[in-house]
């Protein structure tokens, strides 16, 4: 079925602008990163960094692993839409890849007022980051992200991974489209063991991504994305942008619940600077993490 038209008021941009990455012309710069220095990024520079999602009442990102599950109404979709054209990368861990097919691309229609028979795709598109230190995502020619890049309408991903060698099959799908892997040194302090299992330190892939000249990331998910991004690497974290659904998933699905810290009388994050901005059914909270 055809997708309706995703159009995003001028007066909720306003209200959103707080919490975005400053235009790069500006001289506002972020508390860590150094997201609007036009000079060449050094090695310690930073994007902004946007965590963007949409929940359920119950905590809950999808119904369960490998279900895509639509929580965002029309105007809340309307605005991710308008927040995938505000930064200059979109990120999503393999598990979203293979569970969702995404096309993170924007299809905010910018003909607002004029005849809503066409439909005109927006200009500034995000590069798809997708993490995958194994290479588990299988994907093909015909998976959605590399068609809408083959047909102009997004940009090719960028695939950040441990492997050095990938096989040459992908790489000609991949590079075919303009995209393309990023191998990250797993010698160096990228990379540590929790759980037995081999993971890349954020700091890595975020400074991996700046050296690829985009200044602005909108992590979107799923869940070992966010919960990571939401325990001992929040201080990466410059604005959070959380849809909230009237709905409750129930138990089973796959769900924003970072692990705790070391003292378990205390939370693991709490928002400040909070705005609550209410689209359609759904009400959109935006903050930052209390430092
Ligand atoms: N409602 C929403 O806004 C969103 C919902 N989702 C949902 O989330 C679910 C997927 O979530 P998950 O299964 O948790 O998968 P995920 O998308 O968080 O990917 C997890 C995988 O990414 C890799 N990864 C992530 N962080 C890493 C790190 N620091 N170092 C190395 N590798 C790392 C690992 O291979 C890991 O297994 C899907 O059902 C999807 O539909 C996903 C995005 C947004
Ligand atoms: N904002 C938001 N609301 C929902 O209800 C969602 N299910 C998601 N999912 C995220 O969007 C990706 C799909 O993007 P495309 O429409 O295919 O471009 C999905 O992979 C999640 O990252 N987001």
């Known amino acids: ?16 602008e707080p919490h975005l990455p400053p235009p790069q012309t500006s001289s506002r710069t972020s508390s860590h990163s150094q997201a609007t220095d036009l000079s060449p990024p050094s090695c310690s520079a930073l994007p902004f ?4 999602f949409a929940t359920s009442l119950d905590s809950a990102l999808s119904l369960g692993p490998g279900i895509r599950t639509t929580l965002s109404g029309p105007q809340s979709k309307a605005m991710t839409h308008y927040l995938r054209t505000r930064h200059d990368a979109i990120c999503v861990g393999v598990g979203t890849a ?38 588990r995502w299988d994907f093909t020619a015909q998976s959605k992200v590399m068609r809408l890049a083959r047909e102009g309408k997004g940009l090719a991903p960028y695939i950040v991974t441990l492997q050095k060698e990938p096989p040459v ?50 992590i979107e998910g799923g869940a070992e994305v966010i919960n990571s991004l939401l325990g001992e690497e929040a201080n990466l974290v410059d604005s959070v942008i959380v849809t909230i659904a009237p ?14 810290t070391h003292n378990v009388n205390r939370p693991v994050a709490r928002l400040s600077d909070t705005m609550w901005m209410p689209l359609g059914d759904d009400v959109v909270l935006c903050g930052r993490i209390a430092r």
């Open 98 to 135: 293979i569970a969702d097919d995404p096309g993170l691309n924007s299809r905010l229609d910018t003909d607002e007022g004029s005849s809503r028979n066409t439909v005109s795709v927006t200009a500034h598109q995000p590069r798809p980051i997708i993490i995958d230190p194994r290479l």
């Open 247 to 260: 709905v409750w998933l129930g138990r089973g699905g796959v769900t924003v619940s970072p692990p705790r």
């Open 169 to 218: 099959q992908k790489k000609e799908i991949l590079e075919g489209v303009g995209g393309k892997f990023i191998s990250l040194n797993a010698a160096h302090d990228d990379e540590e063991k929790i759980g037995g299992t081999r993971r890349l330190d954020w700091r890595a892939i975020l400074s991996a991504v700046r050296q690829e000249g985009l200044r602005s990331i909108m």
């Open 1 to 16: 079925m055809a997708e309706a038209p995703l159009y995003f008021s001028a007066a909720d941009r306003q209200r959103l």
């Open 49 to 52: 960094v946007s965590l963007t």
